[in-house]
Each structure stands twice: as C-alpha cells, then as structure tokens.
C-alpha cells in the first residue's frame, strides 16, 4: 500500500480530445441515448460521460481511470477510436 | 462456526439456488468487514465471509504469506459444496483471493478486487507502524486511507496482541505472480476502486489492466474502505457485477 496523493487539478482537455468527444456525443444522440441512460447502462457516473464527450478528463482523478471508461464506453457504442493519451502528451 | 478453530459467518443459511459471494477481508480486518453489505436477498446469500487465522473469531496465528492464506481458505471450504460462488477481496483479501485461483484453480465465477491490485507493496512508514503495534499501524492506514470521516473505523481492525497486521502487510509484500498467468483465467476480473483511495498504487492498476482484460469501476468520493465509506454504492455495484 503506497501513500499517494491524486492530483485532479491539471487541465485536461485539448481540440484532439474534443474532437473523439464529439464523435461519441454524435453516436450516442444517433443510438437515442441520453447520457443518464449510458450512465446506468454501463455503470458509470454521468460526469464521466459527460468529461468523455466534453474531451475534458481532468474529471478523472487519473490516467487510468479515463482510459479504462473512455474504452468502455467506446465499446458500448461500438466505435474503432484510439484513447488519445492527453496525460503524456503535454 | 463450522468448528472451534475457524469462524464461518453466515455459512449457517446457505441456499444453494441462490448466488454466494464469499468474501474476503483485508489486512487485520474480519467478518465484520461485510456488516453493512446488503444484497438483494432474492438473489443471493448474505455475503459469506472466513475469519483468516488469527483475525476476528478465528483461533491460530496470522501468517506473512498470501499463499498460507489462499491454503487455509481452500481447507475451510472443502466441506462445502459451493456452487455459483464468486470471490470478492478487498485489499490484501483480493491477493489472496487470486492465488485461490491460480494456485489452486479454485472455480469461482466471478473475482472481484475491491481496493485492491497486484501488487500491493507496502510503504515503510506504514510496516514501522505495524512493527509498533496493530493499533498504530491501523490508524496509520485509517489516517491515510478513509476519505469520509468514519466514527468506530478503528473497531474494524484487529484487537488481537499479536503482530497481525505486520504480517498481513508482509503478507502483501511478499506475494509474487505472474500477470500473465493472471491473463490466462478464464475469470471473468473486476476491479473496484475509490477514486480517492491513496493506498492502492495506481501505475499497478495500470500495469495490471495493460495485461489482464478486467473491467474497472471507480466509487466516487471514496477512499480504501469502501465497505464503510459507501456500503449501499458497492452493494449495488457488486450485484450489478455478479
């Protein structure tokens, strides 16, 4: 058991990110879904959602967090995207 | 209580049409670690849980190693004949319960590791206070780990004068395995962590996803003991995962 500190403070959020956003926003309003119904059906917490179509993840107290539902939401709605690693990017 | 040595809690009501979940608990931690745990009783058995040796209700010595304790559950159950069981360890109990799997290839349907990842090394602050005794080495944990304000927190730990947690936290130290061997289970993995859990080293939870396919859930303003801090939340999610 380490002793680490979570650091949610950093910005997150770039235009590439933006952009896969959208494309999830655009799926998602295509299957007429709405984010609260994603949210349960995939069990995960509607800021997430929200964080992921936004192409903001400083909602995401870490990495792998973001990348582990940025991947399950991709699945849900089928979508070929790559995570775009916004963390070790800047 | 199946026998005089080892306390079985809730294995008294077991409905084999029924889902089980055993559970198993963390460093110096028991059976009352499930207190608050509320399945849906329809569905499942009230969560099943073994006091390791030397914790809780149980007789016999702690052990430094995850091994022994996988061991030691695989006897406590061989009398029972469990069907539709999933394992759910948190923390230290996560390590033991996938050594349950891969060392002895015990059938579970599900293995869920609740504030828990491989591996779990321990800081040295917090084995100098486990050295001191199992009152400062839980404070330290409790200090660290609860993000809610918790009243009675301390009364989960172990009251026992032996060096319990020193050798559960060893215990954690110790364990080695492979991850790919982990890949290789045909167990379905999850992995449930607080999002403000600072005792669980996140670059493991990312080394341990790079390789082994497991969904991950995150509790919201949660820290290590979830089974505390949002008992309805986990209960929830656990059924929603088994």
Redesign the interface.
């Known amino acids: ?6 650091n949610t403070q950093i910005s997150l959020k770039s235009a590439h990110t933006c952009k896969i956003g959208k494309v999830f926003k655009e799926r998602r309003q295509l299957l007429s879904l709405s984010e609260s119904e994603v949210a349960s059906e995939i ?1 995960i ?1 509607i800021n ?1 959602i929200k964080g992921i179509e936004h192409g903001d993840y400083s909602i995401f ?5 973001a ?3 940025f991947n ?1 939401y991709k699945n849900f709605l089928n979508l070929k995207l790559d995570f775009f690693d916004i963390y070790n990017s800047q | 209580m199946k026998n005089s040595e080892t306390y079985f809690h809730n294995f008294e009501s077991i409905d084999e049409s029924k889902k089980s979940i055993l559970f198993i608990a963390g460093a110096g931690m028991d059976h009352r670690l499930v207190r608050a745990i509320q399945l849906p009783d329809s569905k499942y058995n009230k969560p099943l849980i073994i006091d390791l040796p030397g914790h809780g209700k149980s007789n016999g010595y702690s052990s430094n190693s995850i091994e022994s304790y996988s061991q030691f559950l695989m006897n406590a159950l061989e009398g029972y004949d469990l069907k539709d069981l999933s394992l759910c360890g948190h923390s230290m109990g996560g390590l033991v319960a996938l050594d349950m799997a891969l060392t002895h290839n015990f059938e579970t349907k599900e293995l869920i590791l609740v504030n828990s990842i491989y591996p779990t090394r321990v800081a040295d602050a917090l084995l100098a206070k486990a050295k001191a005794g199992n009152g400062d080495a839980a404070n330290f944990i409790i200090k660290y780990g609860l993000h809610r304000r918790l009243l009675g927190m301390r009364n989960a730990f172990s009251e026992a004068n032996e060096l319990v947690m020193l050798d559960d936290l060893e215990a954690c130290n110790n364990y080695e395995l492979d991850l790919n061997d982990i890949k290789n289970l045909a167990i379905p993995i999850s992995i449930i962590l607080g999002n403000k859990d600072r005792l669980v080293d996140l670059k493991a939870v990312e080394n341990f996803t790079d390789v082994v396919p497991s969904q991950t859930y995150i509790m919201d303003e949660v820290g290590h003991f979830s089974f505390f801090e949002d008992p309805d939340e986990l209960s929830r999610l656990i059924s929603r995962i088994v």
């Open positions: 058991m380490q002793v680490s500190e979570i069990f917490n997430y107290p870490a990495r792998i967090f990348l582990q539902y399950k």
